[in-house]
């Protein structure tokens, strides 16, 4: 590597370090369907798997076995019926699925097992955990037609998973259930995986999708969703893949039922479960009830990211100088933009009530983060902030931005236009320009 390269990945591997922490010790349920496992880039998911492990992140798998069963059921002379997008399993099928997915797991932990010297799973020594794990119950009948064999999770052995998981084990779970009674059923992966997030109150319930994943209209990776918003989205756009559709219940319910946060990620992204856990932005979908990104108060611990943000701008003359101390006694004049948190943007209100007017000063975005209107949502959060506080008006003093601000209604003012007390702050040296707008 040639030194510019040398230090792009010394920047990477260093911003990744608060994620390695952050994951460190958690519970993260990872849902793939049997088309993973048959495409021949399987092996760097399960690498990437193996890396999660080494890095202390506790794991569950859940896979799926569509194809498996397509293909087991083919081979046997039957053939596949669904109602629902749920398969209806009968007697002669169900022996298919379990001949099925019961390869298929053998394959994935024969995966695991792997350790071959020059490769990224030597010394890994992974250990992995099956079982009964998930109780099932049969669907039964519903309008009219018997799913038979087919069923859904009754319940999830938490305490039993977590044992393994203590162990340092890494848990296997397939779509099959059992029932009390020693019965088999074919159960829905994705009903799997949430209700094991649920069971478990994991950290992180993470889908890796078929396609490029989750997109808008406009066909734009959607970053992130509230599950109402995620509900709309499934209500909304007939075109979503079925596989999109069945991980964004999933997904959908785990979030409302006590999982902080669940991911769709495509996984023909090479890397992508890398890239969503240990990057700021992702590769994915985020949904979660707390906002990704948010305009919020700033707080003491907000001062180091605050000044990062503007210290390039006060060395390039575009900011007066503003000390730590400063910062930390101004604190509650400012509001920043929090992207998980990492602060991208900010900006601060200085009221004069006697005046009925207030400053808006020191509104800056990162430079990484400058395209998407944030800085425009600042400058509404600021005014309105203002607003709130009965002002009549706000002024800015600029000697660069002059045009951003004219844009977005300010109009020039002269010095005497100011209160008194900030007229007598004056720096004229800078000859910053005034400019004001009503409220």
């Not at 046997?76 to 099925?100: C, F, M, P």
């Not at 890398?274 to 932005?281: A, C, G, I, S, V």
Request: glycine fraction near 10%; aromatic fraction near 6%; proline fraction near 3%.
């Amino acid at each position: 590597m040639d030194d510019k390269q040398v230090q792009q990945y010394v920047d990477w591997f260093r911003s990744s370090a608060p994620y390695i922490h952050a994951h460190r010790g958690r519970t993260l349920v990872i849902l793939f369907g049997g088309e993973a496992e048959a495409d021949e880039s399987f092996a760097h998911l399960i690498h990437d798997i193996a890396l999660l492990d080494s890095l202390g992140v506790r794991l569950v798998l859940v896979h799926g076995a569509r194809p498996q069963i397509e293909q087991a059921l083919t081979a046997s002379g039957l053939e596949s019926h669904y109602y629902g997008g749920l398969r209806i399993t009968d007697e002669q099928g169900l022996t298919a699925v379990i001949n099925a997915v019961g390869s298929l797991r053998v394959r994935i932990e024969a995966l695991l097992s792997m350790g071959l010297a020059n490769s990224p799973m030597h010394g890994a020594r992974l250990r992995v955990a099956s079982g009964n794990f998930v109780t099932a119950r049969p669907l039964g009948v519903r309008d009219g037609v018997d799913f038979a064999h087919t069923g859904e999770v009754r319940r999830v052995d938490a305490e039993g998973i977590r044992q393994r998981l203590d162990d340092g084990n890494i848990v296997l779970l397939s779509c099959l259930g059992y029932s009390p009674t020693g019965e088999v059923f074919n159960l829905s992966a994705e009903d799997v995986a949430s209700a094991a997030a649920v069971a478990l109150q994991a950290d992180k319930l993470i889908s890796l999708v078929e396609g490029p994943g989750l997109l808008d209209r406009d066909q734009h990776l959607v970053q992130q969703l509230t599950p109402a918003e995620a509900e709309s989205t499934l209500t909304g756009q007939d075109s979503l893949p079925e596989d999109v559709q069945r991980q964004l219940v999933a997904a959908i319910h785990a979030c409302r039922h006590g999982v902080s946060r669940a991911h769709l990620v495509s996984r023909h992204v090479d890397g992508a479960l890398l890239q969503e856990l240990f990057t700021r932005d992702g590769a994915g979908t985020l949904i979660t009830s707390e906002r990704f990104e948010q305009l919020r108060p700033a707080q003491i611990d907000d001062v180091s990211g605050i000044l990062e943000i503007i210290a390039p701008l006060e060395q390039a003359g575009v900011m007066v100088r503003r000390s730590r101390e400063q910062i930390e006694l101004e604190i509650g004049h400012f509001t920043v933009i929090d992207r998980d948190g990492m602060v991208i943007g900010v900006g601060g209100l200085y009221p004069y009530p006697d005046d009925s007017i207030g400053e808006i000063a020191c509104v800056a975005v990162h430079p990484e983060y400058r395209r998407g209107g944030r800085g425009e949502e600042l400058l509404g959060r600021l005014t309105e902030q203002a607003r709130q506080q009965g002002l009549k008006s706000v002024f800015v003093l600029t000697t660069h931005t002059a045009h951003w601000f004219q844009e977005r209604g300010f109009e020039r003012a002269t010095l005497s236009a100011l209160p008194v007390a900030r007229q007598q702050l004056y720096n004229y040296q800078r000859n910053s320009k005034v400019f004001a707008r009503p409220l």
